[in-house]
Structures are given as structure tokens and as C-alpha cells.
């Protein structure tokens, strides 16, 4: 980690404050500038052009370190410039949840943005600290580039770790399945397209099989305590998805389904990996209760278990929900490990090659 008294790549860096303070301007993510800085913006924009294009929509990126004036720290942004339609806009971002768009024009969103706001001063400075970057840039890019690759926070890449080494290294985020999960997924696994049923399943004696396997599993049921203020028939299937749909939580789906020789059976799918114990857990208390249980996507599921699926590891800090299947984390805050294990996690993650700044030949 660099201080205030180390050189940086571009020697006169930016202040955060500043960025921070441009951020609290609006309350929206998007500003647009007034006709002078407009000017200004546009400015940089064509400065940046003697990058070459790295994307879509003409779209170029840098990677930029700005200083805080109140401590050593150094606060990584990434700055993306780019054309779409009528629309031109700089994306600046830090990738943990801070992003900040200024642009003109409408083409690229459903509305126009139609607020004008003073941006001159921060965009003066942006442009002064663009025009030294690109300049150092294009005298030698790979210098850059080496740069980034050995200063850049892994905080700040991405890559993927395979489950089974990211649980024996941060144990708080495996899941606690219940006893006896897996060998339950594992027979779902084997018969998965000839799920076994019964000839009858009444409605009403489901969902008290229900409400027993949502108490065993520690689960609120929808704010009563017994089914006795409903009228469910033994055949009522209709009614009684409405009465699941109405009071159970979103992150699992239960319902009465038909194998294919038409007996009835109970099929689970859990959505989110955050309630996949609480999933398995209603599942084996139905399997107790003598019901045939299907749980859908096991093959998924029984990798995950496993530890052999892949976790995609992503910059940032926002709160998103991990999909079965579709499993993302944050690398954790280096202080909440000891060293030893940091560095050991770090060198476990199979990163992504950072992208490479070329010099735009059209512009020599």
C-alpha cells in the first residue's frame, strides 16, 4: 500500500474528496453538466481516444489512484469513457458499490437526463489529471500496465475459487447442511427424471405435513399458529398453492406435482444458496413424515455440497443473493483474516488477466 509521500503513476493524482464531494451533488447516479462543462467534458473525452477502444460503444478504461487529504490511504477508481447514439458519457466507479455517471445527451438511457449541474472545477481537475495520464500512457503502455498489475488491489479483480478450497479457508461461508442432506440429494441425483409419488396426496394433510417440517426447520410459518381458519378439501390444490404462495418465504418454491405415471409428489426448489440449509431441512422432515420428495436442480445442488462447483469472486461490497448455480463473492476485508490465511486465499483464486491499455495506432 502506497502513502502520500510515494509517487503514484501519475504524479499529481486526484483528491478523493473531491470525486466524493462531485457524488454528493445529486441524489441520482447520472449528472449532466451545463454547457461549459460540457465543453470540458467532451475534451477528455477526446483525449482518452488516443487510448485504443477496449470495448463496445467506443468505450476505453483506466484504472487511477486518487489521495485522501486526511490519511496515507490510496483509493483505487476506474474511469470509462465512451460514445453511444447521442450520448457521451464518463463512468467513474471504485467497484464497491460507488459509481457515478456524467454524460450528455439521452440516447443511451429510456429518458433524457434534462438537470443541468456545475461540474466545472471537478472536471477541470479531471481533465488536467487525464490529459498527464493518457500522456504517460502513450509513452509507454506497457509501463502502465505492469504497473496495475503490481499495484492494483486484489480487491479490486476478479476470478473464480473452487468451493471446497474457499470453505477450508473461510469456514463461515460453508453452508451447514443438515445429517443425512447429502445422501438425500444423492438418491434426488439418481432419480431425478422418475421422481417416486403416491396415488393420493390429499391438500389439507400436505400442508399439515407442511407447517410440521417449516417448525422443525426453525421456520416462521406466515404468522399462525394452525391451518383451522382455512377450508382446504383433501383435493383443494388450487387453494392450496395460493395459501403457499401467500405465506411462504420467496427464496424456496414447494409444490404437489404428477411423475410421469401420474402419482403425486412434493418438489422443492431452493433459489438461493443463503436458505439451502433451511431447504434440505424441510425436505428431510417430509422424507420423516413418509412423503416422496423431489428436490429440484440436485445435480447442483449435490456440487455445491461437494465442494466442487466454482465460486466466481467479484470487486465490491454490494449485498446480492447467490443463486444455485450461480454462486459470487467478495474478497473479504484482509483485516477480518490473519495474514497467513489472506495470502493463502489470495494465491487459491485463479484471477483474471487484468486488461491490457494500448496506445489507439489511428491516432500516432
Known amino acids: 500500500m502506497f502513502t502520500k509521500k510515494q509517487k503514484t503513476f501519475c504524479s499529481r493524482p486526484l483528491r478523493e474528496k473531491d470525486l466524493l464531494e462531485v457524488s454528493l451533488i445529486s441524489s441520482e447516479d447520472i449528472l449532466s453538466p451545463d454547457e461549459h462543462g460540457k465543453?470540458?467534458?467532451?475534451?477528455?473525452?477526446?483525449?482518452?481516444?488516443?487510448?485504443?477502444?477496449?470495448?463496445?460503444?467506443?468505450?476505453?478504461?483506466l484504472w487511477v489512484e486518487t489521495l485522501s487529504d486526511d490519511s496515507d490511504d490510496v483509493a483505487w477508481y476506474e474511469i470509462t469513457s465512451g460514445s453511444y447514439r447521442d450520448s457521451h458519457y464518463l463512468i467513474i466507479s471504485d467497484e464497491d458499490c460507488f459509481s457515478l455517471t456524467i454524460m450528455t445527451g439521452g440516447g443511451m438511457f429510456d429518458s433524457d437526463v434534462d438537470r443541468e449541474v456545475d461540474l466545472s472545477d471537478f472536471l477541470t481537475s479531471l481533465s488536467g489529471y487525464i490529459s498527464r495520464l493518457v500522456g504517460r500512457i502513450v509513452t509507454s503502455p506497457a509501463k502502465y500496465n505492469r504497473y496495475i498489475e503490481a499495484n492494483l488491489p486484489y480487491s479490486k479483480r476478479s476470478g473464480k475459487i473452487l468451493r471446497s478450497r474457499r470453505d477450508a479457508l473461510i469456514p463461515w461461508m460453508r453452508i451447514q447442511a443438515p445429517e443425512g442432506a447429502v445422501d438425500f440429494v444423492k438418491e434426488c441425483v439418481d432419480h431425478e427424471d422418475s421422481p417416486s409419488g403416491v396415488e393420493k396426496m390429499g391438500a389439507k394433510a400436505f400442508l399439515l405435513a407442511l407447517k410440521t417440517a417449516l417448525d422443525e426447520a426453525g421456520e416462521y410459518w406466515g404468522q399462525f399458529d394452525s391451518l383451522g381458519e382455512y377450508t382446504?378439501?383433501?383435493?383443494?390444490?388450487?387453494?392450496?398453492?395460493?395459501?403457499?404462495?401467500?405465506k411462504l418465504s420467496g427464496d424456496y418454491r414447494i409444490r404437489l406435482k404428477k411423475n410421469p405415471e401420474g402419482k403425486r409428489y412434493v418438489s422443492v426448489r431452493c433459489l438461493y444458496e443463503e436458505c439451502l440449509d433451511l431447504a434440505l431441512e424441510i425436505c428431510l422432515s417430509f422424507v420423516r413424515q413418509g412423503f416422496p420428495v423431489m428436490l429440484e436442480n440436485p445435480s447442483a445442488i449435490l456440487d455445491v455440497l461437494e465442494g466442487k462447483d466454482y465460486i466466481d469472486v467479484y470487486p465490491g461490497a454490494c449485498d446480492f443473493d447467490n443463486e444455485i448455480g450461480m454462486s459470487e463473492m467478495t474478497l473479504p476485508i484482509q483485516g477480518r483474516m490473519n495474514p497467513e490465511a489472506y495470502d493463502e486465499l489470495v494465491e487459491a483464486i485463479e484471477w483474471e488477466p487484468l486488461a491490457?491499455?494500448?496506445v489507439n495506432p489511428f491516432r500516432r
Open 356 to 358: 491490457q491499455v494500448m
Open 232 to 246: 382446504v378439501e383433501e383435493d383443494d390444490y388450487e387453494n392450496c398453492e395460493e395459501i403457499m404462495d401467500w
Open 39 to 61: 465543453g470540458i467534458l467532451l475534451s477528455i473525452l477526446e483525449r482518452m481516444k488516443d487510448l485504443a477502444p477496449m470495448g463496445d460503444d467506443d468505450s476505453r478504461s
